[in-house]
């Protein structure tokens, strides 16, 4: 673990050397929320973050928005208590504005793209082009998209924007509470949009492709301490230590199909 901190820096090294105390008499243990864009990312990293950090580390999910009654700013108004929030960059600083997080320290994690998924064994569309892509678009019996950050994008602007939302609306679902390449995967949709990261970890659905450059949208998922934290110094060190250009950390981020801020 001293290799470790060595490689953080001096700033997250002494951020992390100071849960010292804590960890030599018992963990403390952090409540982090995160949204889908990050969540698989996060679980996966659980275990190694608790032998890195010291920290015992209990992770919830739920959606940066969309009005869910698990989404993150729905907990938050019903009086639920956690120290970390991780999630959009945008719902993070509306938080932030509505007093639940300690502005100084929003700290901005990964860049995420949308991508299409189809069911396992289908055949993959191809998206490559703004032609391609709207050509599936109209071909598609049924569309999924989720209730945050990337399907309201989706839904909100670029689908009216393209004049395609009176064709597409019939035919779509707004997935509230659900990872939209679940519902893909057990054929209830034909294809599904979302975020790139939240696509891979469902199994039975296979990721198409992102959609087109042209129609992109990069959504950056930032994290911060909540002003209810009960151990916001712990708090800190663990956003420093996800925010961090460790080798473990920037692979584990690649895997999951975001990019890390830190490798900017």
């Not at 049924?142 to 399907?151: E, K, P």
């Not at 990069?218 to 961090?244: D, R």
Request: with cysteine.
């Amino acid at each position: 673990m001293k290799g470790i901190f060595y490689r953080l820096g001096p700033v997250l090294l002494a951020a992390i050397l100071s849960l010292g105390s804590y960890a030599a008499e018992a963990a403390v243990k952090l409540k982090v929320i995160t949204s889908g864009g990050f969540a698989g990312t996060l679980t996966a990293m659980e275990p190694q973050l608790e032998k890195d950090t010291g920290l015992d580390i209990d992770i919830s999910y739920g959606s940066s928005s969309g009005g869910a009654v698990d989404s993150i700013p729905e907990r938050l108004k019903r009086g639920e208590q956690f120290d970390v929030l991780i999630l959009s960059r945008s719902s993070l600083d509306k938080l932030t504005n509505k007093d639940f997080v300690s502005k100084d320290t929003r700290t901005d994690l990964v860049r995420s793209r949308i991508g299409m998924c189809v069911k396992k064994g289908a055949t993959k569309p191809d998206i490559s082009t703004p032609e391609n892509f709207i050509k599936v678009l109209h071909e598609a019996k049924t569309i999924g998209y989720s209730a945050s950050a990337s399907g309201t994008y989706l839904s909100s602007k670029l689908w009216p924007e393209m004049g395609l939302w009176q064709m597409i609306e019939p035919k779509s679902t707004r997935v509230l509470s659900k990872r939209v390449a679940s519902l893909v995967a057990d054929g209830q949709l034909e294809i599904g949009f979302q975020q790139i990261s939240e696509i891979l970890p469902i199994q039975g659905a296979e990721l198409v492709g992102p959609i087109p450059s042209k129609y992109q949208k990069v959504t950056t998922f930032s994290s911060g301490v909540t002003k209810s934290s009960l151990h916001p110094q712990e708090a800190a060190a663990l956003i420093h230590y996800l925010a961090s250009d460790t080798p473990y950390v920037i692979n584990s981020i690649r895997q999951a199909g975001l990019d890390p801020v830190a490798a900017e």
